[in-house]
């Protein structure tokens, strides 16, 4: 028994439990609700350290159901270096020594991560980042189990991987820009 399947049993009767609803003739709507009920469980706050690593550049990773037709959709907020023009003038930091992210030392590597209160009573800091937000593909997604009782942990476990496969394909394009044409 995995963590994340003991994560999605604790949710079959509230996160998953929309999943079976009646969506009327619509079953893209059903697959979108379970595919961002998935996704939901596996990443933080929930799970916690999440059931997807991400790149050390993604603040937030969301997947969720559309409430406008019930597509799917996406949001990825990015770290992202100071703007050019920034970076060419110092003017616009008058007598204050602006800090970008800051990292700190985990497991193999440094991460980004957000200026501690500490931090700001010290220093300013300019964070920039960027927002994506785009629709996620439904083709070749895995099939809605028929009922909570059907085999919804590996579901979710195999909805999880190809989500995690279309937003690599998605957003590493804009890590590969932002870390100089190399993925981490």
Not at 134 to 142: C, E, I
Request: hydrophobic content about 40%; aromatic content about 10%; some cysteine.
């Amino acid at each position: 028994m995995s963590r994340f399947g003991a994560y999605v049993r604790d949710r079959l009767n509230s996160s998953f439990a929309e999943c079976w609803e009646d969506f009327g003739d619509s079953p893209g709507v059903r697959l979108a609700e379970f595919a961002s009920a998935s996704w939901r469980t596996a990443s933080g706050p929930v799970m916690a350290p999440g059931y997807v690593r991400s790149h050390t550049r993604v603040l937030d990773a969301q997947v969720q159901r559309s409430a406008w037709d019930g597509s799917l959709i996406g949001s990825v907020s990015l770290v992202a270096p100071w703007p050019e023009r920034l970076l060419r003038s110092y003017q616009w930091q008058g007598d204050l020594s602006w800090r970008d992210w800051p990292t700190e030392l985990r497991g193999e590597g440094y991460e980004y991560a957000h200026p501690t209160e500490e931090d700001v009573t010290r220093r300013p800091f300019l964070q920039a980042s960027v927002a994506l937000s785009f629709p996620v593909p439904m083709h070749r997604l895995p099939a809605v189990p028929c009922g909570p009782r059907d085999g919804v942990e590996w579901a979710a476990r195999a909805m999880v991987s190809a989500l995690v496969a279309k937003l690599n394909a998605l957003v590493g394009p804009v890590l590969e820009e932002l870390d100089g044409g190399r993925l981490r």
